[in-house]
Antibody
Framework: EVQLVESGGGLVKPGGSLRLSCVASGFTFNSYTMHWVRQAPGKGLEWVSSISSSSNYIHYRDSVKGRFTISRDNAKNSLYLQMNSLRVDDTAVYSC???????????WGLGTLVTVSS | DIRMAQFPSTLSASVGDRVTITCRASQNIVRWLAWFQQKPGQAPKLLIFDASSLESGVPSRFSGSASETEFTLTISSLQPDDFATYFCHQYYDYPWTFGLGTKVEVK
């Protein structure tokens, strides 16, 4: 059974940092591009970043470029999101997702809540 | 960014009803469109990919269609388990973008 479990969320002040983790199980992690997607309270889904299976290709949405860094450790079946210079509008539930063969995503985790507030 | 206009935002229906949800892309995304179902406290579930391909294990009452930049999810006969929120997702280009969702509720 495919499972994605996120952790690392919490309350942080504006300008602070957090590192999110996503541990994968039930599939060959090192064969899949992975993604971070977020949803702010009462708002729609927003893609954040993607990383290819070998970390060769990385993409970020413009609003997080230079502040967030996506990475992975295939030996640990883990995906990460280092978030620096956090802003109030980064407040959201952050979920990791696996790429489906078609290019969309198929499996998602339940997410971890990041709250940026003074 | 490609904008995905999804409508309606809420839909009231009864078991057995035929339900249609639409997403309109702001530009050509070919057929790179997926539909997801999400229930409270659960992760999204992939229903349809490539606009009209049914994901494995998804009941055949779900179907997708496309006409240029307009995409439709149809539930042919709504079942009790189908009351949920549905959203579309384009993966034609980064940044991926999503519709705001359609909540299907009991009439």
């Amino acid at each position: 059974e495919v499972q994605l479990v996120e952790s690392g969320g919490g309350l942080v002040k504006p300008g602070g940092s957090l590192r999110l983790s996503c541990v994968a199980s039930g599939f060959t992690f090192n064969s899949y591009t992975m993604h971070w997607v977020r949803q702010a309270p009462g708002k729609g889904l927003e893609w954040v970043s993607s990383i290819s299976s070998s970390s060769n290709y990385i993409h970020y949405r413009d609003s997080v470029k230079g502040r967030f860094t996506i990475s992975r450790d295939n030996a640990k079946n883990s995906l990460y999101l280092q978030m620096n210079s956090l802003r109030v509008d980064d407040t959201a539930v952050y979920s990791c997702a696996r790429t489906h063969a078609s290019g969309t995503s198929d499996y998602w985790g339940l997410g971890t809540l990041v709250t940026v507030s003074s | 960014d490609i904008r995905m206009a999804q409508f309606p935002s809420t839909l009231s229906a009864s078991v057995g009803d035929r339900v249609t949800i639409t997403c309109r892309a702001s530009q050509n995304i070919v057929r790179w469109l997926a539909w997801f179902q999400q229930k409270p406290g659960q992760a999204p579930k992939l229903l349809i990919f490539d606009a009209s391909s049914l994901e494995s294990g998804v009941p055949s009452r779900f179907s997708g269609s496309a006409s240029e930049t307009e995409f439709t999810l149809t539930i042919s006969s709504l079942q009790p388990d189908d009351f949920a929120t549905y959203f579309c997702h384009q993966y034609y280009d980064y940044p991926w973008t999503f519709g705001l969702g359609t909540k299907v509720e009991v009439k």
